[in-house]
T-cell receptor, first 112, second 113 residues
Framework: SQQGEEDPQALSIQEGENATMNCSYK?????LQWYRQNSGRGLVHLIL?????REKHSGRLRVTLDTSKKSSSLLITASRAADTASYFC????????????FGTGTRLQVTL | GAGVSQSPSNKVTEKGKDVELRCDPI?????LYWYRQSLGQGLEFLIY????????KSGLPSDRFSAERTGGSVSTLTIQRTQQEDSAVYLC???????????FGNGTRLTVT
């Protein structure tokens, strides 16, 4: 099934360092989205990048998309302890009324 | 406006019983999703409603699972004859349209004993 696969599965860094998470997918997409989840609660949308875009920024977040490699990366700069969470990519296929499918997630731990 | 509301927040049921999980989406949102998340795992797609189109039920794991969305608003996910493997957090999300970001509820934690 169409699904993003995040890499790494888990990442532990110190506060102030940058965190990079990667997402790979299988077929053509309409857009790719990144979400954050704290402690098993509902997910919160972070950023959406369309298939014709290559890079987007939002505060300390930077997302890139390489449709030729079918991959995306999420960079969190100057990480904080509060960034500790699970991060998921989600892809929406091209075509009408297609569902949004999520990857397996990266668990990020930021320590002081 | 309120966000996506799910009820109950926690549900403990005995194996073999039926359960109903409710989702109140954000008013005006045309798309509604149900996902399931087991402990420490990713999100498993269950069902997707988009406007008046026929729902995408391709993720429902068995015929014990069904969902309705009445009047384009509230949705109910029903699990009949629950099994222990149904234990998970069931997440509902809505979006303004099919290309917009999702807004998630806090989920219903279902435990089948």
């Amino acid at each position: 099934s169409q699904q993003g696969e995040e890499d790494p599965q888990a990442l532990s860094i110190q506060e102030g360092e940058n965190a990079t998470m990667n997402c790979s997918y299988k077929t053509s997409i309409n857009n790719l989205q990144w979400y954050r989840q704290n402690s098993g609660r509902g997910l919160v949308h972070l950023i959406l990048i369309r298939s014709n875009e290559r890079e987007k920024h939002s505060g300390r977040l930077r997302v890139t998309l390489d449709t030729s490699k079918k991959s995306s990366s999420l960079l969190i700069t100057a990480s904080r302890a509060a960034d500790t969470a699970s991060y998921f990519c989600a892809t929406r296929l091209t075509g009408t009324a297609s569902k949004l499918t999520f990857g397996t997630g990266t668990r990020l731990q930021v320590t002081l | 406006g309120a966000g996506v509301s799910q009820s109950p927040s926690n549900k403990v049921t005995e194996k073999g019983k039926d359960v109903e999980l409710r989702c109140d989406p954000i008013s005006g949102h045309t798309a509604l999703y149900w996902y399931r998340q087991s402990l420490g795992q990713g999100l498993e797609f269950l069902i997707y409603f988009q406007g008046n189109s026929a729902p995408d039920k391709s993720g429902l794991p068995s015929d014990r699972f069904s969902a309705e969305r009445t009047g384009g608003s509230v949705s109910t996910l029903t699990i009949q004859r629950t099994q222990q493997e149904d234990s998970a957090v069931y997440l509902c999300a809505s979006s303004l349209d099919r290309n917009s970001p999702l807004h998630f509820g806090n989920g219903t934690r279902l435990t089948v004993t």
